[in-house]
């Protein structure tokens, strides 16, 4: 299996495959992600997870929509949502007896050298003590000028900032395809990408899903930041 050759691996999660159209979270499939985390674990992997869904918590809890809030509201509603997200994590991976502890970054705590540092130091320590760290940006504070935009960018940051061997994107698409399979379904997988050019950065398209930020192209950005500092990514 091509991931037992890694040993430190950051695990993004996106919205689009946490939280249903209905912006409920889909137990049944964190559920089987936590075994999946579990096996890696006992196969002696490092694993960091960088999360998405706050926000779409948040709005799920108050039943509110997420479209159209302003960036005031979101911040209000994320630090309803980061409670409701934790929480959904820890009652899951409760389960299959893995400890997690919840990180929030912002776009200068991984830019600032000495914040950077404090932040990599924590993250080791909690690996070192058995412990799953689940990052998130910290939607509270931040503002538009500072802020990742995407949790695709914050999980190629956290990736450098850990030494990450491998760099894992899981979303609601298989991976990087020819078209956007949702307008044309005959667009077909592009099941590896050796060097990321400008005809495979104009391939990817933006999101369409209501529950994400990101898309393709924040994606591809990400795996192309990583590739810069030798770690490989999967999309998947």
Known sequence: MYIDKFKKIV??????ILIDETGKPKKKWLQEFG????NLINKKKQIV?????????????????????????SQAVASIGQIELMNFYK????????????????LDDT?????????RRTIDNLITMGIVPVVNENDTV??????????????GQVAHLVDA???????????????????????SLISEVPEITSDIEQRA?????????GGMQTKVQAAKHVAQFGVPTLIM
């Open 165 to 187: 061997d491998l760099f894992v994107i899981l979303s609601d698409v298989d991976g990087l395809c020819s078209e956007d399979p949702r307008q044309n379904p005959a667009a």
């Open 205 to 213: 398209g933006s999101s369409r899903n209501q529950e994400s930020s």
């Open 11 to 16: 695990i993004k999660v996106g919205s689009s």
């Open 49 to 73: 997870i960088v999360s998405s869904g706050a926000i779409a918590m948040g709005c799920e809890y108050l039943k509110i929509k997420k479209n159209g809030l302003k960036v005031d509201k």
């Open 111 to 119: 830019e600032q050298r000495r914040r950077s540092l404090n932040a």
């Open 91 to 106: 009652k899951t991976f409760d389960k299959n007896k893995i400890k997690i502890s919840q990180i929030l970054l912002t």
């Open 142 to 155: 931040v503002t538009q000028e500072i802020r990742f935009g995407d949790n695709d960018t914050l999980a």
């Open 35 to 38: 075994k999946d985390i579990k």
